[in-house]
């Protein structure tokens, strides 16, 4: 007869990035725990232990700090580049509505002196 284990074992999932805030929450409570007990021992293989995983711990939530900020930054530059693309759109348009503006005024300076030259010969 054959053995098999037939309990099924979790397969590990990926964690997501950014890490969820229950995940992130998890973390810096096990940091503060590790924090407390290397406060708390004097035990030199333990506060070794401790220490390291304090250092992992550390280093994992800095990550996750840095990959919120590229990721915060990517959108801030994407938000940027569009502000400076309808900002420079804007100032065409206003290059444009000053040109007309200035037509408009030249075509009235016309208009006038046409009224004045009509008003100066009467009956034409």
Sequence with gaps: MEWRNTLSTPTP???E???SPEVRTAYQD???KNQAA???TADFELL???NASLADIDGLLSADDQYRLNADTAQFQAILTQINTTNG???TLQTKIAGIAGGIAKFGAVMGAIDKVLS???GV
């Design 13 to 15: 999932t990926s964690p």
């Design 17 to 19: 990035f950014p890490l």
């Design 30 to 32: 096990l940091y503060a």
């Design 38 to 40: 290397i406060e708390g």
């Design 48 to 50: 070794t232990a401790l």
């Design 89 to 91: 759109g804007l100032k």
């Design 120 to 122: 100066l010969i009467p």
